[in-house]
T-cell receptor, first 111, second 113 residues
Protein backbone atom coordinates (compact mmCIF):
# COMPACT_ATOMS: atom_id res chain seq x y z
CA UNK A 1 0.00 0.00 0.00
CA UNK A 2 0.86 3.66 -0.10
CA UNK A 3 3.44 5.02 2.35
CA UNK A 4 3.87 8.76 2.91
CA UNK A 5 6.86 10.18 4.75
CA UNK A 6 6.87 13.78 5.93
CA UNK A 7 9.77 15.97 7.09
CA UNK A 8 10.55 17.75 9.29
CA UNK A 9 8.42 16.76 12.27
CA UNK A 10 8.82 20.22 13.80
CA UNK A 11 9.70 23.52 12.18
CA UNK A 12 10.34 26.80 13.94
CA UNK A 13 10.53 29.95 11.82
CA UNK A 14 10.73 33.67 12.43
CA UNK A 15 7.72 35.69 11.38
CA UNK A 16 8.20 36.82 7.80
CA UNK A 17 10.48 33.94 6.85
CA UNK A 18 9.53 31.03 4.60
CA UNK A 19 8.63 27.50 5.69
CA UNK A 20 9.07 24.38 3.59
CA UNK A 21 7.66 20.94 4.36
CA UNK A 22 8.56 17.93 2.23
CA UNK A 23 6.77 14.63 1.63
CA UNK A 24 7.61 11.51 -0.31
CA UNK A 25 5.21 8.79 -1.42
CA UNK A 26 5.67 5.24 -2.61
CA UNK A 27 2.72 4.44 -4.90
CA UNK A 28 3.45 5.59 -8.43
CA UNK A 29 -0.31 5.41 -9.19
CA UNK A 30 -1.07 8.15 -6.65
CA UNK A 31 -2.61 11.10 -8.45
CA UNK A 32 -3.89 13.57 -5.87
CA UNK A 33 -1.88 15.28 -3.16
CA UNK A 34 -3.70 17.46 -0.62
CA UNK A 35 -2.25 19.44 2.26
CA UNK A 36 -4.19 19.91 5.48
CA UNK A 37 -3.73 22.38 8.31
CA UNK A 38 -4.88 21.39 11.77
CA UNK A 39 -5.08 23.81 14.66
CA UNK A 40 -5.14 22.50 18.20
CA UNK A 41 -8.40 20.72 18.96
CA UNK A 42 -9.82 21.34 15.50
CA UNK A 43 -10.49 19.21 12.45
CA UNK A 44 -8.03 19.07 9.53
CA UNK A 45 -8.76 21.74 6.96
CA UNK A 46 -7.68 21.53 3.33
CA UNK A 47 -5.40 24.43 2.45
CA UNK A 48 -4.14 23.48 -1.00
CA UNK A 49 -3.99 20.46 -3.24
CA UNK A 50 -2.30 19.41 -6.44
CA UNK A 51 -3.15 16.79 -9.02
CA UNK A 52 -0.69 14.64 -10.89
CA UNK A 53 -0.93 16.53 -14.17
CA UNK A 54 0.36 19.75 -12.60
CA UNK A 55 3.86 20.56 -11.33
CA UNK A 56 3.13 23.60 -9.18
CA UNK A 57 0.17 25.43 -7.73
CA UNK A 58 0.02 28.68 -5.78
CA UNK A 59 -2.62 30.30 -3.63
CA UNK A 60 -1.50 33.61 -2.15
CA UNK A 61 1.26 32.82 0.35
CA UNK A 62 1.16 29.05 -0.04
CA UNK A 63 2.39 26.91 -2.89
CA UNK A 64 2.79 23.24 -3.55
CA UNK A 65 5.23 21.58 -5.95
CA UNK A 66 5.08 18.02 -7.23
CA UNK A 67 7.82 15.90 -8.76
CA UNK A 68 6.18 12.70 -9.97
CA UNK A 69 9.42 11.20 -11.21
CA UNK A 70 11.04 11.49 -7.80
CA UNK A 71 7.71 10.87 -6.00
CA UNK A 72 7.93 13.85 -3.74
CA UNK A 73 5.91 16.99 -3.14
CA UNK A 74 6.45 20.04 -0.98
CA UNK A 75 4.51 22.80 0.73
CA UNK A 76 5.95 26.31 0.73
CA UNK A 77 4.63 29.06 2.97
CA UNK A 78 6.07 32.53 2.36
CA UNK A 79 5.97 35.57 4.64
CA UNK A 80 4.90 33.43 7.58
CA UNK A 81 2.59 34.91 10.18
CA UNK A 82 1.77 33.78 13.74
CA UNK A 83 -1.59 32.43 12.54
CA UNK A 84 0.31 29.98 10.34
CA UNK A 85 1.32 28.13 13.52
CA UNK A 86 -0.37 24.70 13.36
CA UNK A 87 0.25 21.10 12.41
CA UNK A 88 0.42 20.49 8.67
CA UNK A 89 -0.27 17.12 7.07
CA UNK A 90 0.50 16.00 3.57
CA UNK A 91 -1.45 13.14 2.03
CA UNK A 92 -1.78 11.18 -1.15
CA UNK A 93 -4.68 9.18 -2.53
CA UNK A 94 -4.84 5.88 -4.33
CA UNK A 95 -7.22 5.08 -7.15
CA UNK A 96 -10.09 4.53 -4.66
CA UNK A 97 -9.64 7.94 -3.14
CA UNK A 98 -8.25 6.52 0.08
CA UNK A 99 -6.04 9.08 1.78
CA UNK A 100 -2.69 8.10 3.27
CA UNK A 101 -1.39 10.81 5.60
CA UNK A 102 2.09 11.80 6.58
CA UNK A 103 2.87 12.00 10.31
CA UNK A 104 2.56 15.79 10.37
CA UNK A 105 4.80 18.83 10.86
CA UNK A 106 4.36 21.13 13.85
CA UNK A 107 5.05 24.64 12.57
CA UNK A 108 5.76 27.37 15.11
CA UNK A 109 6.02 30.95 13.89
CA UNK A 110 7.70 33.21 16.41
CA UNK A 111 7.13 36.99 16.29
CA UNK B 1 -25.76 22.60 4.87
CA UNK B 2 -24.44 21.26 8.16
CA UNK B 3 -21.65 19.44 6.30
CA UNK B 4 -20.24 16.49 8.24
CA UNK B 5 -21.48 16.08 11.80
CA UNK B 6 -20.22 13.71 14.48
CA UNK B 7 -21.62 12.71 17.86
CA UNK B 8 -20.66 12.58 20.63
CA UNK B 9 -17.84 15.14 20.89
CA UNK B 10 -16.37 13.43 23.94
CA UNK B 11 -16.78 9.94 25.37
CA UNK B 12 -15.23 7.97 28.20
CA UNK B 13 -15.60 4.20 28.20
CA UNK B 14 -14.46 1.40 30.42
CA UNK B 15 -12.50 -1.49 28.95
CA UNK B 16 -14.87 -4.01 27.39
CA UNK B 17 -17.75 -1.63 26.83
CA UNK B 18 -19.19 -1.15 23.36
CA UNK B 19 -20.44 1.99 21.71
CA UNK B 20 -21.24 3.59 18.37
CA UNK B 21 -19.74 6.79 17.05
CA UNK B 22 -22.18 8.56 14.79
CA UNK B 23 -21.33 10.34 11.54
CA UNK B 24 -23.73 12.02 9.14
CA UNK B 25 -23.35 14.22 6.08
CA UNK B 26 -25.91 16.23 4.13
CA UNK B 27 -23.86 16.87 0.99
CA UNK B 28 -25.01 13.71 -0.83
CA UNK B 29 -21.43 12.45 -0.96
CA UNK B 30 -21.05 8.84 -1.94
CA UNK B 31 -17.71 8.24 -0.24
CA UNK B 32 -17.25 8.29 3.55
CA UNK B 33 -14.31 7.35 5.75
CA UNK B 34 -13.33 6.94 9.37
CA UNK B 35 -9.87 7.91 10.65
CA UNK B 36 -8.22 7.81 14.01
CA UNK B 37 -5.62 10.34 15.05
CA UNK B 38 -2.98 9.52 17.63
CA UNK B 39 -0.22 11.92 18.74
CA UNK B 40 2.69 11.99 16.34
CA UNK B 41 1.10 9.52 13.92
CA UNK B 42 -1.11 11.59 11.67
CA UNK B 43 -4.47 10.17 10.66
CA UNK B 44 -4.93 6.49 9.91
CA UNK B 45 -7.81 5.05 7.90
CA UNK B 46 -10.02 2.61 9.81
CA UNK B 47 -12.85 1.83 7.37
CA UNK B 48 -14.32 3.47 4.32
CA UNK B 49 -17.40 3.22 2.13
CA UNK B 50 -17.87 4.01 -1.54
CA UNK B 51 -21.66 3.96 -1.36
CA UNK B 52 -24.67 2.67 0.54
CA UNK B 53 -24.25 -1.01 1.27
CA UNK B 54 -20.53 -1.05 0.42
CA UNK B 55 -17.75 -0.90 3.02
CA UNK B 56 -14.12 -1.94 3.13
CA UNK B 57 -11.23 -2.02 5.55
CA UNK B 58 -8.56 0.58 5.84
CA UNK B 59 -5.17 0.48 7.51
CA UNK B 60 -6.29 -0.20 11.11
CA UNK B 61 -9.71 -1.97 11.06
CA UNK B 62 -9.33 -4.39 13.98
CA UNK B 63 -11.78 -3.80 16.82
CA UNK B 64 -14.13 -1.68 14.70
CA UNK B 65 -17.21 -2.41 12.61
CA UNK B 66 -19.05 -0.19 10.15
CA UNK B 67 -22.19 -0.29 8.08
CA UNK B 68 -23.63 2.03 5.46
CA UNK B 69 -27.38 1.59 5.18
CA UNK B 70 -27.97 5.11 3.84
CA UNK B 71 -25.92 7.63 1.89
CA UNK B 72 -26.07 10.07 4.81
CA UNK B 73 -24.93 7.93 7.75
CA UNK B 74 -21.77 5.97 8.46
CA UNK B 75 -21.61 4.81 12.09
CA UNK B 76 -18.46 3.32 13.61
CA UNK B 77 -18.94 0.61 16.24
CA UNK B 78 -16.42 -0.33 18.88
CA UNK B 79 -17.19 -3.91 19.78
CA UNK B 80 -15.22 -4.24 23.03
CA UNK B 81 -13.31 -1.08 23.87
CA UNK B 82 -9.62 -1.31 24.76
CA UNK B 83 -7.25 1.38 26.08
CA UNK B 84 -5.39 1.21 22.75
CA UNK B 85 -8.49 2.67 21.14
CA UNK B 86 -8.11 5.92 23.06
CA UNK B 87 -7.83 8.43 20.25
CA UNK B 88 -9.54 11.21 18.34
CA UNK B 89 -11.83 9.89 15.63
CA UNK B 90 -12.63 11.83 12.49
CA UNK B 91 -15.24 11.04 9.91
CA UNK B 92 -14.89 12.42 6.38
CA UNK B 93 -16.99 12.48 3.23
CA UNK B 94 -16.29 13.28 -0.40
CA UNK B 95 -18.01 13.09 -3.78
CA UNK B 96 -17.73 10.00 -5.94
CA UNK B 97 -14.49 9.50 -7.79
CA UNK B 98 -10.90 9.63 -6.66
CA UNK B 99 -8.94 12.84 -6.24
CA UNK B 100 -11.73 14.83 -4.63
CA UNK B 101 -11.52 17.01 -1.57
CA UNK B 102 -12.44 15.24 1.66
CA UNK B 103 -14.53 17.12 4.19
CA UNK B 104 -13.86 16.27 7.82
CA UNK B 105 -16.26 16.26 10.72
CA UNK B 106 -15.34 17.96 14.03
CA UNK B 107 -14.09 14.75 15.63
CA UNK B 108 -14.90 12.59 18.65
CA UNK B 109 -12.39 12.39 21.49
CA UNK B 110 -12.61 8.91 23.01
CA UNK B 111 -10.92 7.78 26.20
CA UNK B 112 -10.95 4.13 27.23
CA UNK B 113 -10.05 3.47 30.85
Amino acid sequence: GENVEQHPSTLSVQEGDSAVIKCTYSDSASNYFPWYKQELGKRPQLIIDIRSNVGEKKDQRIAVTLNKTAKHFSLHITETQPEDSAVYFCASTDSWGKLQFGAGTQVVVTP
Amino acid sequence: NAGVTQTPKFQVLKTGQSMTLQCAQDMNHEYMSWYRQDPGMGLRLIHYSVGAGITDQGEVPNGYNVSRSTTEDFPLRLLSAAPSQTSVYFCASYPAGASDTQYFGPGTRLTVL
